[in-house]
């Protein structure tokens, strides 16, 4: 039941290459973005960090009818049974990948003696944005500058309480933890290689921003409970601008494109396959940028996502 398009610029609505633009009476998106609020104790306010777009979600009704309302309805369930994920035109948004959850309330209304159907799908967007705001994001240098100068920040406001040994140990750990982290994602970004001990390295700066607050806390009963507080934003700030780095450093990763494996083969053979030499230097990119359940056995025909450059 194909009809034609009254949505003033807007795209014909297809999935996977089968049209639904004539079928779809309403649609309505869900696109918001994923906002974290780091508190500090005995402080008013919060600093809120972008975590970055959750994926869009579309949900819309399918309504077949017609004499041939139940091949087309079949043709569409098909369509999914073979593979709820592919190319997915969005009437506002354009092109992108995405992935069907399936359809709900499939209503059939005999009554009427009509041959209809109407389904409720949802659909959600299956891919990462190449695209980043550079207001949002600051170059990688001038985001590890600022893990630099926080280190050096918290240095200063804990210098009152690093004669408690707990204090000390907990500042130069976070220092080291810091520094390191800093250091190898800046290098990642110059060889544009990624770095597998990220997240490992983010998560100790964690728990060393965690170790150093509550050696902090525990020095409260001083007489200047102000400056333990300070000392706690600076620490803080030091874990917000390793943040930072890390975001800054995914950001200037060139941006992706799709590749379909030609036939199985494991995850070194098909980095080998593509890069030759720097075979294995690329391997974690290949890991990182795709879910693969069995790198061992990559199926032929599978589209993995892989770094232009």
Known sequence: MATKNVLTGAQVFTFRGMELHGYLTRFSDSRKWDMVAHRVPKRDGARVEN????????????????????????????LLDENPKGTL????????????????????????ATDEIE?????VEDQFDAATSDQETPPVGDAKQGVDNGVTAMQVATAAFVAAPAVATAVADLVASASTFANDTMQGAIDLTVNPARDSQLDEVAEDTGALTAALLDEA???????????????????????????AAIASRPPVIRYTVPATMNIATLAAFLYGEKALERIPDLLNLNRIPNPGAIPGGTVVLLPSV
């Open 89 to 112: 035109v969005h009437p506002l948004y354009g092109q992108m990948q995405a992935a069907c959850e399936g359809f709900d309330r499939g209503a059939v209304d005999i009554a009427k």
């Open 51 to 78: 975590m970055g777009r959750g994926p869009l979600r579309m949900s819309g009704s399918l309504v077949f009818v017609g004499a041939k309302w139940l091949d087309n309805f079949k043709k569409f369930v098909a």
């Open 221 to 247: 009963s001083a007489t200047r409970p102000a400056d333990v507080y300070d000392a706690i934003a600076a620490t803080e700030y030091v874990y917000s601008a390793c943040l930072q780095l890390n975001e």
């Open 119 to 123: 389904v409720e799908v949802v659909f």
